[in-house]
């Protein structure tokens, strides 16, 4: 009996995404998040790719979450409402 066994490198790169979801990188994130579901596609003949595939969806909405809510506090005050490069390149620097 040939048994699948995980793919530790897309498990990794999508524990890397939801990280970086959780310390609000989103766009890196989303990257992170993203090559991890290409390569479990490639690899899902030979090893089994369900948790990457799981952990990359879960950086990805957490990611648009945070981006959504962040347009959103930016449109409504007028200003850029965070640090993040992303948010800067829209509403201009934060006002301190």
Known sequence: MN???FDVVSIIISAVAMLLSLFCFSVESIAAA???LVLSRRRKEKYRTGIAVVFSVI?????????A???????KTGHSASDYWLI???FGKMNK
Do not use: N, P
Request: charge should be positive.
């Open 69 to 75: 809510f962040m347009f959103y506090l930016s449109l």
């Open 59 to 67: 950086a990805i909405i957490g990611s648009i979450a945070f981006l």
């Open 88 to 90: 800067q390149l829209f």
């Open 34 to 36: 993203v090559v991890s």
């Open 3 to 5: 048994e699948k066994k």
